[in-house]
């Protein structure tokens, strides 16, 4: 626990020299948002105002993560694709009717870039927009041997958030059209973040 709020302490006391730009449209509705593992930290840090609802890991780094967001005015909800994956959902999807809700869909695993179904399914369940969100920081350590290429902006970068045109997912897709649709996420996202060079 003490470790988790020094990290929390040290990010929040780094987070308070960046600058932030954003092009498009912060929601204003409940919504999913859906943003790469490796670029999450500065979305997180972009997003607080709105005290959105945050999937984390329920790993031990996944606890470091978490105390961050609660300090961050995040409701956190624990566990991933790989543990507690099904219960989580639902909390998503039950948080989605009121609130924005935030996950990171190829986390926390990898493979990096590869879209899962979280996203997708809670924004069509809970019948809510999917907005696709990725950053571009002017300054940042790029940690090359992490497996999403985890990226820590430095003391006073400027963050420029990318925020998508929000996507509806029709609530009578079925398998195969939500397999198509992630897809076609997973490739916008890839675009949007090439396009900014994170």
Request: glycine share 6%; charged share 20%; aromatic share 8%.
């Given at each position: 626990?003490?470790?988790?709020?020094?990290?929390?302490?040290?990010?929040?006391?780094?987070?308070?020299?960046?600058?932030?730009?954003?092009?498009?449209?912060?929601?204003?509705?409940?919504?999913?948002?859906?943003?790469?593992?490796?670029?999450?930290?500065?979305?997180?840090?972009?997003?607080?105002?709105?005290?959105?609802?945050?999937?984390?890991?329920?790993?031990?780094?996944?606890?470091?993560?978490?105390?961050?967001?609660?300090?961050?005015?995040?409701?956190?909800?624990?566990?991933?694709?790989?543990?507690?994956?099904?219960?989580?959902?639902?909390?998503?999807?039950?948080?989605?009717?009121?609130?924005?809700?935030?996950?990171?869909?190829?986390?926390?695993?990898?493979?990096?870039?590869?879209?899962?179904?979280?996203?997708?399914?809670?924004?069509?369940?809970?019948?809510?927009?999917?907005?696709?969100?990725?950053?571009?920081?002017s300054?940042?350590?790029?940690?090359?041997?992490?497996?999403?290429?985890?990226?820590?902006?430095?003391?006073?970068?400027?963050?420029?958030?990318?925020?998508?045109t929000?996507?509806?997912?029709?609530?009578?897709?079925?398998?195969?059209?939500?397999?198509?649709?992630?897809?076609?996420?997973?490739?916008?996202?890839?675009?949007?973040?090439?396009d900014?060079?994170?």
């Amino acid at each position: 626990m003490f470790r988790a709020r020094l990290v929390s302490f040290i990010i929040r006391v780094l987070a308070r020299t960046w600058s932030l730009d954003v092009q498009g449209q912060l929601p204003m509705q409940p919504c999913v948002v859906a943003f790469w593992h490796g670029s999450m930290l500065p979305i997180w840090w972009a997003f607080r105002g709105l005290r959105p609802t945050a999937m984390v890991s329920a790993s031990r780094d996944g606890a470091l993560l978490a105390q961050l967001l609660q300090d961050w005015n995040y409701r956190t909800v624990r566990g991933s694709s790989s543990q507690g994956g099904s219960a989580a959902l639902s909390d998503l999807v039950r948080a989605a009717h009121d609130h924005v809700v935030m996950i990171t869909p190829d986390g926390p695993r990898g493979p990096a870039q590869v879209m899962k179904p979280g996203a997708v399914v809670a924004a069509q369940r809970a019948g809510v927009p999917l907005l696709l969100v990725t950053a571009r920081v002017s300054r940042a350590r790029i940690f090359e041997r992490s497996w999403d290429r985890f990226a820590l902006p430095l003391p006073f970068a400027t963050v420029t958030l990318v925020i998508d045109t929000p996507l509806t997912i029709p609530p009578d897709a079925d398998r195969d059209a939500v397999d198509g649709i992630m897809a076609q996420c997973e490739q916008r996202l890839r675009a949007i973040t090439d396009d900014v060079g994170v």
